[in-house]
């Protein structure tokens, strides 16, 4: 069965927000195909539902950070701070909201969480046993851990450039004299 949502856009909205993987209020309003008005009245109406470790709003400082993070000058006109909601506090969204998108979405949004979840244990797991491997063999092996070391180091965002780049494709001219 084809997915609603591609699991690579909505793990593109997961956050790592003090300490925990979390989506913002806006984004996962997006997702769902509502106004994020609509959602955290939803939320406000049932909040008994949803206590700290489930939904939290963001700090002055945290939404300073993640516009700086994202380079944006405003987050399209929030005049609150955002709602971060934990992997439990989208679980629970789908008690509030009960539209039929709003239940295939959710699903993709769990599948999202627990493929991140297993991909930070494998990674661990993988770190794991290389360093037993690295205290098993001697220091001929140094060059080869290293190296390994940084192949599992994540990749560094490349600098965006401010503006946009026409790439023009070349083309060769041919002048040709005219005869009189």
Do not use: C
């Not at 700290?52 to 963001?58: A, G, K, R, T, V």
């Not at 002055?60 to 971060?84: C, D, M, Q, V």
């Not at 629970?92 to 493929?115: C, D, G, H, T, Y």
């Amino acid at each position: 069965m084809k997915a609603l949502i591609p699991i690579e856009v909505i793990e593109k909205k997961i956050f790592l927000l003090r300490g925990q993987k979390v989506m913002l209020d806006k984004d996962i309003a997006e997702l769902y195909g509502v106004e994020t008005y609509n959602l955290n009245k939803a939320v406000k109406r049932n909040i008994d539902r949803f206590p700290i470790d489930f939904m939290f709003q963001l700090t002055e400082e945290e939404f300073k950070n993640l516009i700086f993070h994202f380079g944006i000058s405003k987050w399209g006109g929030t005049r609150k701070l955002p709602y971060a909601f934990t992997e439990q506090g989208v679980a629970m969204l789908s008690s509030v909201l009960r539209s039929k998108r709003a239940v295939q979405v959710n699903i993709e949004i769990m599948r999202a969480f627990v493929k991140l979840r297993e991909l930070l244990a494998t990674h661990k797991e993988l770190a794991r046993k290389l360093e037993e491997l690295e205290k098993k063999y001697d220091s001929q092996f140094k060059i080869v851990f290293e190296a390994i070391h940084q192949l599992m180091l994540p990749p560094e965002k490349p600098k965006r450039q401010i503006g946009f780049r026409v790439e023009e494709p070349k083309v060769k001219y041919i002048v040709r004299k005219r005869k009189p």
